[in-house]
């Protein structure tokens, strides 16, 4: 069970656009900024968004990240094939331990 | 760029002590947080515990009694021991550069880990 909760899977057709729910506490989220992951199938894990809105250099414009509250959503549009992947939110809980959502398996139909 | 490299025994003994090293290269280790995080197969991300360059560290309550971490700066190095290990402790191990700082205008702490090690499988199994 992890302290920040995500869909198990999302899905949507080529070209659409599909977003990610990532849902904690004012322990975590609420007081802290968010950062998302993007994990190829067979890969290591790879920073798309950090601070809650910010790309990283290299990663395209086509994904998107917010916070309201004490939850955070990935957006990803235009998706394209090479977007299937397991995408993971994060941030530091009140202890300062880092705490992982469980994770959002996306499908591009 | 920064790369890490993850080193250590792909198998280890149930009640034994799994040792993991991870290599810094094209940067120096200094001055950052590094830290260690686990997936066991088919399973998500758990984040095991950081330390920074003067050694200081924090880890994973829930691991935390189990857990030493360590720095080598003249070997550009930072280690993992996780002692008493069971099946449960099978997982893929990565090692990440952590940007981490508290934002003085919102009071809250920032964070994110990269790059990332490609990853090394340990299995715990007699």
């Known amino acids: 069970q992890s302290v920040l909760t995500q869909p198990p899977s999302v899905s949507a057709a080529p070209g659409q656009k599909v977003t990610i729910s990532c849902s904690g506490s004012s322990s975590n989220i609420g007081n802290n900024y968010v950062s998302w992951y993007q994990q190829l199938p067979g890969t290591a894990p790879k920073l798309l968004i950090y601070?809650?809105?910010k790309r990283p250099s290299g990663i395209p414009d086509r994904f998107s990240g917010s916070k309201s509250g004490t939850s955070a959503t990935l957006g990803i549009t235009g998706l394209q094939t090479g977007d299937e992947a397991d995408y993971y939110c994060?941030?530091?809980?009140?202890?300062?331990?880092?705490?992982f959502g469980g994770g959002t398996k996306l499908t591009v139909l | 760029q920064v790369q890490l490299q993850e080193s250590g025994p792909g198998l280890v003994k149930p009640s034994e002590t799994l040792s993991l090293t991870c290599t810094v290269s094209g940067g120096s280790i200094s001055s950052y947080y590094w830290s260690w995080i686990r997936q066991p197969a088919g399973k998500g991300l758990e984040w095991i515990g950081r330390?920074?360059?003067?050694?200081?560290?924090n880890y994973n309550p829930s691991l935390k009694s189990r857990v030493t971490m360590s720095v080598d700066t003249s070997k550009n190095q930072f280690s993992l021991k996780l002692s008493s290990v069971t099946a449960a402790d099978t997982a893929v191990y990565y090692c990440a550069r952590v940007r981490s700082y508290y934002d003085i205008l919102t009071g809250y702490y920032t964070g994110w880990f990269d790059p990332w090690g490609q990853g090394t499988l340990v299995t715990v199994s007699s």
């Open positions: 601070e809650n809105n």
């Open positions: 994060g941030t530091w809980d009140s202890s300062l331990s880092w705490v």
């Open positions: 330390i920074y360059t003067s050694g200081s560290t």
